[in-house]
């Protein structure tokens, strides 16, 4: 069978992830890798996770834990979340809250909610490479969202119905992002909602690494500032994504959409038709360990993550040759690297692995338009001391000798 002839016209937008191809590399025990933007699993809560499966799994508790549950989620657990989220400037209930299968999940829904094809979606330049994923399937056009300049509204809505679509919505990754590591400031947050209302678009704030702060001053959420502005959660056209995965455990699959409770009763419907509820296991575990002691744990990985970014921004200035800048985070993850024009992020890669054995993921992956192919991504969440010295020591004279040829 000719399986082109009955494929959906968006299966020609979807493309391997080069992160998850890159993970495959972790098995080569000779390669010093800065690629899977994974938390690192020592630090994972593994006690903790243990005990709360056992009560979960206990005399009568298994038959609920085991059993179909509601589409929205477990509510103790919404309720926890709903708490957190009123400690970040907030106020919400459970109703606001829905629980999805990690925060892949939550793009995934919310481009299905929000795009027609040739629709267009505001993005930042670079963007995080898994909301391109979840939303190609839905056949949008990209525009370059940058809260820093003065382009009107009418430059997106010109190129969107050029395209034949409107604008739906602007995606950011507001905290750490990723690839970047970059934080937006708080006067750039507010040019945000100020654009959202200007176009009567949506705002999807992606918080995966909320949590993650290592130093500087907390800047509150979109949706917490566009909050203050109208009064009430359900006035407001932020949509904030968070996720446990970074938090507590990937593995778990536990994510969640905070927003407007007519918006969370459409994307139920979704979680209804696509597959019923998350685990109601993995939400009872999740909650008991986030109950029991996520700030304390949070505390733990702040400082050795932070510790670890510090190494590698002590190392990049020690090895990298003149001509290549980097970012320097406040917390997260990553650091970007912008080499000389010249040199191309994925021939770099080719040529690591075969020689230096360092792994890390080019940057014209994360760009709508496959540009700025003289990027890079580096991730330190896994890389000890050692790792990131010899690393970087390796990486740096191998740009060098690419930029002497």
């Not at 995080?128 to 809505?157: I, S």
Request: neutral net charge; contains cysteine.
């Amino acid at each position: 069978m000719d399986w082109q002839q009955v494929l959906a016209t968006r299966n020609s937008r979807m493309k391997a992830s080069e992160i998850r191809e890159l993970l495959k590399l972790l098995d080569q025990p000779d390669i010093l890798s800065f690629a899977g933007g994974i938390p690192d699993p020592a630090l994972f809560p593994v006690d903790a996770f243990r005990g709360a499966f056992a009560e979960a799994l206990s005399d009568g508790a298994a038959s609920s834990a085991l059993q179909y549950s509601v589409s929205e989620g477990y509510k103790p657990l919404r309720e926890w979340i709903a708490c957190e989220m009123e400690k970040i400037g907030v106020p919400c209930d459970a109703n606001n809250i829905l629980i999805t299968s990690g925060s892949q999940q939550a793009l995934d829904y919310l481009g299905k909610l929000m795009i027609s094809p040739q629709d267009t979606v505001l993005l930042g330049w670079p963007t995080y490479l898994g909301a391109l994923g979840a939303f190609n399937a839905y056949e949008p056009t990209y525009d370059r969202l940058d809260p820093g300049t003065n382009r009107a509204p009418a430059n997106f809505a010109g190129r969107a119905a050029a395209a034949g679509g409107r604008v739906k919505f602007a995606y950011l990754s507001v905290d750490f992002a990723n690839p970047t590591g970059e934080t937006l400031n708080r006067v750039a947050r507010e040019a945000v909602i100020d654009l959202a209302d200007q176009m009567d678009i949506a705002v999807v704030e992606d918080a995966a690494y909320q949590a993650l702060r290592y130093d500087g001053a907390t800047v509150p959420p979109i949706l917490a500032l566009e909050i203050a502005r109208k009064g009430s959660i359900e006035d407001c056209r932020t949509l904030y994504c968070g996720s446990f995965s970074k938090s507590l455990a990937p593995g778990l699959r536990v994510g969640w959409i905070c927003g407007a409770a007519q918006v969370i009763s459409r994307l139920v419907l979704m979680k209804q038709a696509a597959d019923l509820h998350s685990s109601t296991l993995n939400q009872i575990v999740v909650h008991r360990v986030a109950a029991s002691g996520f700030d304390a744990h949070v505390a733990t990985l702040r400082k050795t993550y932070m510790a670890r970014r510090d190494h590698l921004l002590a190392a990049l200035a020690r090895e990298m040759p003149p001509g290549v800048s980097w970012t320097r985070p406040e917390g997260g993850m990553f650091v970007w690297l912008t080499l000389p024009a010249r040199l191309d992020g994925a021939d770099l890669l080719a040529k690591s692995l075969k020689s230096a054995r360092v792994a890390f993921v080019p940057g014209r992956a994360f760009f709508a338009d496959g540009s700025n192919a003289n990027t890079l991504r580096l991730s330190f969440s896994c890389a000890s001391a050692e790792v990131i010295d010899e690393g970087m020591a390796r990486l740096g004279r191998l740009i060098a000798a690419e930029l002497a040829a």
